[in-house]
């Protein structure tokens, strides 16, 4: 009787004991090692028990901004400590509301039973207020940011797949915005079926006929000789008709286009400059660059054989760079922009006054013109604000021996106003609209026929400005048609 006893007993233990390995087993299955918080499998599992029992949930993404910096800079063990700290603000506004996952690198997910868009956007406020304070990270203190994206079902989507991108859609519109919240826009939702059509469609494009250049007419203000023209891209879709850079540049930016996409608009660009040059008009040629392409390390060659190619004068090719594009990685920027300008190309700094330089960096560019924004330029005849900036601009770049370019002029007493205020270049709708290549010719014979000049007459490009002393000759973005 008594081994009997014993044996239930004995019996009784290893069961005991084998629950409790098995529940130790199933917690640390459903547990983030590094943080402690739930994981990847543990979330799933929540969210698609809420679907099944069809409950209205907000799911939050929190991506950390600029992790990867941290994690080269301090190294990966400081990074793993950073995440902890993170995971552990998270959890005091959250309280005992809502699961609270890491799902890997910087990923952390919130599932909130039962809330619809407002709880779920004070819920991403509280969230957001636990990065206020910097983090103390091997002896620095550190501040950082996060971005956070709100899905919501049933009203966003009806599957655990679905409320996940649509978080993560969300999340990468406030990293981009600048916005750290935002909910899921289906108008904003760039993966679609339409959309993968689009980039097919642009693939097809790029090197294939698909693009076309429009070239916009600049002039000096000082005698009104023409002085070169800009290039502004253009695709020619099959369906929706001619559209604008702002409607696929962006495109080629996401997805990785941008190389094939720059290497098309220059040679393009070159090859009719070439075209030009054996009818006897030389016209110096702006090119727009994106950031991905002045941060491509393959730019230098890439330009290098263009202009053997189309045997151009580099002289006559200038690059346009904005200051935002600039600022991306300046150190790795103004590299390709060395090698670059000692092949004897020209770089122009537009859209000054919209970015972010200063005047220490702006000193030290290898540029030989500034391009004043145009929205300045189209308000600076109501606003004394726009025309002491215009004004100003200009001075700043007279007093670093740059050629001053306006763009936007759009009528004559914009014309007029730049002229008093001494600015050396202009272009605009009032001086020549965007132009297929084939009319850039009539224009520039009609332009000097009103000018009384002969028809081999060369471009005033002797009346700008002079490189500085010391200095090296010089997309999202590329113009738009209103330049």
Same mark, same amino acid.
């Not at 529940?23 to 640390?28: I, M, N, Q, S």
């Not at 030009?276 to 230098?300: K, T, Y």
């Not at 006054?353 to 005047?359: D, F, R, V």
């Not at 021996?401 to 004559?412: D, K, T």
């Given at each position: 009787?008594?081994?009997?006893? +014993? ?6 233990? #290893? ?5 409790? &390995? ?22 799933y599992e929540a969210v698609d028990e809420a679907f099944l ?7 939050? +993404? /929190? ?8 994690? @080269? *800079? +301090?190294?990966?063990? /400081? ?22 996952? !890491? ?25 957001? @207020? ?17 971005? /956070? ?39 904003? %939702? ?28 600049? $002039?000096? +203000? ?31 930016? $996401? ?5 094939? =996409?720059?290497? %098309? ?8 400059? $070439?075209?030009?040059?054996? @009818? ?14 002045? #941060? ?12 053997? !190619? ?11 760079i904005t200051e935002d594009t600039l600022m991306q990685d ?20 537009? %859209?000054?006054? *919209? ?6 960096? =702006? ?26 900036? &215009? ?8 007093? #670093?021996?740059?050629?001053? &370019? ?26 020549? !609209? ?5 009319? /850039? ?27 500085r002393p010391g200095s090296r000759s010089n997309s999202s ?7």
């Amino acid at each position: 009787m008594l081994a009997a006893v +014993l044996a239930l007993l004995v019996c009784l233990a #290893l069961a005991r004991r084998e629950q409790s &390995v098995l529940a130790r087993t199933r917690v640390e299955a459903h547990t983030d090692e590094l943080t402690g918080l739930a994981n990847r499998r543990r979330l799933y599992e929540a969210v698609d028990e809420a679907f099944l029992e069809n409950r209205a949930v907000a799911l939050l +993404l /929190i991506d950390l901004n600029r992790f990867k910096e941290i994690n @080269d *800079t +301090l190294g990966h063990n /400081i990074g793993d400590y950073l995440l902890q700290q993170v995971g552990q603000r998270l959890r005091v506004p959250l309280a005992e509301h809502g699961l609270l996952a !890491r799902i890997g690198g910087d990923e952390f997910v919130v599932l909130l039973d039962g809330s619809g868009e407002e709880s779920a956007l004070k819920a991403a406020r509280g969230l957001r @207020d636990a990065f206020d304070e910097p983090f103390p990270l091997d002896g620095l203190t550190i501040p950082v940011q996060a971005s /956070i994206g709100i899905g919501l079902a049933p009203h966003h989507a009806s599957t655990r797949a679905e409320i996940l991108r649509c978080a993560d859609v969300a999340m990468y519109r406030a990293k981009a915005r600048g916005t750290m919240i935002e909910s899921y826009v289906a108008e904003s %939702d760039v993966h679609t079926r339409d959309y993968l059509a689009l980039v097919s469609d642009l693939r097809r494009a790029v090197g294939a006929d698909g693009l076309v250049l429009h070239y916009q007419p600049k $002039r000096s +203000l000082k005698g009104g000789e023409f002085v070169g023209v800009e290039a502004l891209v253009r695709w020619q879709h099959p369906e929706f008709g001619l559209l604008s850079p702002d409607e696929f540049i962006p495109i080629a930016e $996401r997805e990785g286009m941008m190389r094939d =996409l720059t290497i %098309d608009v220059l040679g393009r660009a070159l090859a009719q400059q $070439r075209s030009w040059r054996e @009818d006897g008009h030389r016209v110096p040629v702006a090119v727009n660059l994106s950031a991905a392409s002045l #941060l491509d390390s393959r730019l230098p060659d890439d330009v290098q054989a263009l202009v053997e !190619r189309y045997q151009a004068d580099p002289a006559d090719l200038e690059l346009e760079i904005t200051e935002d594009t600039l600022m991306q990685d300046p150190n790795r920027a103004l590299a390709v922009i060395a090698r670059i300008s000692e092949m004897g190309v020209s770089f122009s700094l537009d %859209d000054f006054g *919209t970015g972010y330089s200063c005047l220490a960096q =702006l000193k030290h560019l290898p540029v030989r013109s500034l391009k004043i924004d145009r929205s300045f330029i189209l308000n600076m005849t109501n606003s004394s604000e726009d025309a002491s900036i &215009v004004r100003s601009a200009i001075a700043l770049g007279h007093s #670093l021996n740059l050629c001053v &370019v306006a763009e936007g002029i759009e009528s004559p007493e914009h014309l007029r106003k730049l002229e008093d205020y001494g600015c050396d270049v202009a272009q605009g709708f009032h001086l020549g !609209r965007p132009l297929p290549p084939e009319e /850039i010719p009539v224009w520039l014979r009609a332009q000097r026929s009103e000018d009384g000049v002969g028809e081999r007459a060369e471009p005033a490009i002797a009346a700008l400005p002079a490189n500085r002393p010391g200095s090296r000759s010089n997309s999202s973005r590329q113009a738009s048609e209103q330049k």
